[in-house]
């Protein structure tokens, strides 16, 4: 069995932004019942013991814990690489300091859209925009790298070239432009954000010629969606293979929206370390491997590769977390991603485009 290479810190679920698509499960952790900054120094201690490399410190809003800076230090201490995956709405000069004080290696931050319009509408809260640009430039001016994660959908594709402008404008090294992963509050607003083939195909058309237009200055990441494949992705580099998530009330997930599978019994930091859960928790085991898999996975080509697609979404989609990803052509139940297609009028091109 491998050693996990990194850890997800869900500090919290409090956030000022409210996305369509967030990765916040539907029910949330109220502030009283999230880990301590002790608890969180132990989770992080006893992820380096495990193994892992680096922790992305995330929420909701991780920036919204007033120990934010304490965390990053016992992360450094532990000797992890310190990721902070942030809206930056809340973040000023004098926190900035602290958390460069304490260590943190790299920052990501979010952006909704590319105009103050469109991202203020999508992330709900009024000027967002601006104060990301603010802290993009607080970021670099404190010498950190930045990385600028993009999620896109049917309600923003077409200014995927401002998005990447904006990118450059802002200073960042490296930019994620991340398709929907339709789990949570995306899989029910999903008739809104669902692209159509044609808007998916101009936005990764656009994607590789702005790699080639800029190579040596920006690196572009692409996270293609799903419901528009015939190969899943190896989610999570396969369940319990890679990843491990911590949620703000201290259960040990294999993957962070994996809490929507019923019936699973997630180990949590009070009562379990990170080491039981990942060598010897049933959730962890249940899906590890090829053991676990059903036709057309089993004895498939492809099964050490993908790992049978996500488990969140065969359960999501099909009722059954063991099944084939639908994602996948070999699936029995592939076309329930043309039927979503279809419900959410996203099977033909009839949006708002490049240009159009
Ligand atoms: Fe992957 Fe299973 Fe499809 Fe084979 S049948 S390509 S292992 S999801
Ligand atoms: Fe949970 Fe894919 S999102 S396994």
């Known amino acids: 069995m491998n050693a996990p290479l990194a850890l997800l810190a869900e500090l919290t679920h409090r956030c000022p932004l409210r996305c369509p698509y967030c990765s916040n499960p539907l029910e949330l952790t109220r502030a009283g019942a999230e880990l301590s900054t002790a608890e969180w120094a132990r989770v992080l201690d006893e992820a380096a013991l495990l193994g892992c490399l680096q922790v992305h410190l995330s929420g909701g809003e991780p920036t919204a814990r007033r120990d934010i800076a304490e965390i990053v230090a016992a992360a450094r201490e532990a000797g992890l690489y310190t990721n902070l995956i942030t809206a930056g709405v809340l973040l000023d000069a004098a926190l900035v300091a602290r958390l460069k004080e304490a260590g943190l290696d790299h920052v990501q931050l979010s952006v909704q859209d590319a105009t103050p319009e469109g991202a203020e509408r999508i992330g709900g809260m009024p000027r967002a925009h601006a104060r990301k ?46 398709h929907v992963q339709y789990h949570g509050w995306a899989l029910a607003n999903r008739d809104a954000l669902l692209p159509s083939r044609a808007l998916l195909d101009a936005a990764t058309r656009i994607v590789e010629e702005a790699r080639e237009a800029n190579r040596g200055r920006l690196v572009i990441d692409y996270v ?25 009330s201290g259960r040990i997930l294999p993957c962070h929206a994996a809490e929507a599978i019923p019936g699973m019994e997630f180990p949590n ?12 928790s049933p959730a962890f085991n249940a899906f590890r491997g090829t053991e676990w898999m059903p036709a ?43 039927e979503a297609l279809a419900e959410a009028g996203a099977d033909e091109f009839r949006y708002r485009a490049f240009g159009g």
């Open 269 to 280: 930091i009070r009562e379990s370390s990170l080491h039981e859960a990942w060598h010897h």
């Open 224 to 248: 293609l969606p799903d419901y528009h494949a015939t190969r899943p992705k190896a989610c999570m580099g396969g369940w319990a293979a890679r990843f491990l998530a911590v949620t703000p």
């Open 296 to 338: 057309p996975c089993r004895g498939c080509a492809h099964a050490e590769e993908d790992w049978g697609g996500c488990r969140c979404q065969a359960f999501a989609l099909t009722g059954d977390a063991a099944a084939t990803d639908p994602a996948c052509a070999l699936s029995p139940h592939h076309g329930l991603l043309a």
């Open 133 to 178: 640009q603010e802290a993009a430039r607080l970021v670099r001016e404190a010498g950190l790298p930045l990385t600028l994660n993009a999620v896109v959908h049917r309600q923003n594709l077409h200014n995927l070239p401002a998005l990447i402008a904006l990118a450059l404008d802002w200073g960042a090294a490296r930019l994620e432009v991340a």
